[in-house]
């Protein structure tokens, strides 16, 4: 079987340095992919690659068995990569409600989105949407009033509102309190199977939260790949990034 995501031998270079050197990756539809490993390791990287922010400069990249690498970003996007950045692109000015039409208008292109609208599931989407994530009470809170965590959902429910089938998530728990991180964890369960994930965390606790396979990183290519209990007990992985402590004490 085809996997929904399979990086084969893929490489970037900046100035001719290789920021991810041969990195082969799959992931199967509806997984959860945790992506971790050292600073520099060519995590966010690799997620730049698949989304094409970045254009390889070698091997294959292919998502439901169509090759991406030479696509423009827009249209990867529109294949259904959604992709999370570290910086919140929500739009501060607009309400949650008004943030997610503008994502599902993205969607479709505007002739199916105005016909869309005249039809009153479309805003049982929305709020069962914004139940989701947990801001079915910020409905109609500007986003800039929004805490930090729940700009971190907003932006999950807008790739969700974008039909990504495929979401990337790079670091989405950073400067997150520990009951946002665990509210966060939660929704990266529930999604579980109904979309596939990829993951890039330095949060060790959270990536064992929510990990099932965890793919390490480490100078550009893939160092290990499998369950958690064996990452972390992988002396290669404890050498480079996990010290003698293991992931719950990372
Ligand atoms: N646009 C760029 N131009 C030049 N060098 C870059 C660029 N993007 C990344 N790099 C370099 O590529 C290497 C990998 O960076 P990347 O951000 O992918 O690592 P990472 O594993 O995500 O690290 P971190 O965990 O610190 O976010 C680093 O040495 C970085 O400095």
Same mark, same amino acid.
């Given at each position: ?79 259904? /990569? ?13 309400? /949650? ?12 292109? /505007? ?128 050498? /480079? ?10």
């Amino acid at each position: 079987m085809t996997a929904h995501l399979e990086l084969s031998d893929v490489s970037a270079s900046f100035n001719g340095f290789k920021a991810v050197n041969g990195l082969s990756l799959k992931v199967e539809k509806g997984e959860l992919r945790c992506l971790i490993g050292p600073n520099g390791a060519g995590k966010t990287t690799a997620l730049d690659l698949i989304c094409g922010k970045t254009v390889p400069s070698g091997g294959s990249i292919r998502f439901k068995g169509i090759e991406l690498g030479r696509h423009d970003d827009y249209q990867i996007a529109r294949s259904g /990569v959604g992709r999370k950045f570290q910086v919140p692109s929500v739009f501060r000015q607009l309400t /949650v409600r008004e943030n997610l039409e503008v994502a599902y208008c993205k969607r479709n292109g /505007v002739l199916a989105n105005l016909l869309r609208w005249a039809h009153s599931a479309d805003s049982d989407g929305l709020d069962k949407l914004a139940e989701f994530v947990g801001l079915s009470d910020q409905l109609n809170v500007p986003a800039a009033h929004l805490s930090h965590g729940q700009t971190q959902w907003l932006e999950i429910a807008l790739l969700l509102a974008q039909d990504a089938e495929l979401i990337l998530l790079d670091e989405p728990t950073a400067g997150m309190t520990v009951q946002e991180t665990q509210k966060t964890a939660d929704i990266c369960n529930r999604l579980k199977g109904k979309h596939t994930i990829i993951v890039v965390e330095h949060d060790m606790g959270f990536v064992k939260a929510i990990g099932d396979i965890i793919s390490v990183m480490h100078q550009g290519k893939l160092l290990a790949e499998g369950p958690v209990a064996e990452i972390e007990n992988n002396p290669k992985v404890k050498q /480079v990034y996990l010290g003698s402590v293991g992931i719950s004490g990372a």
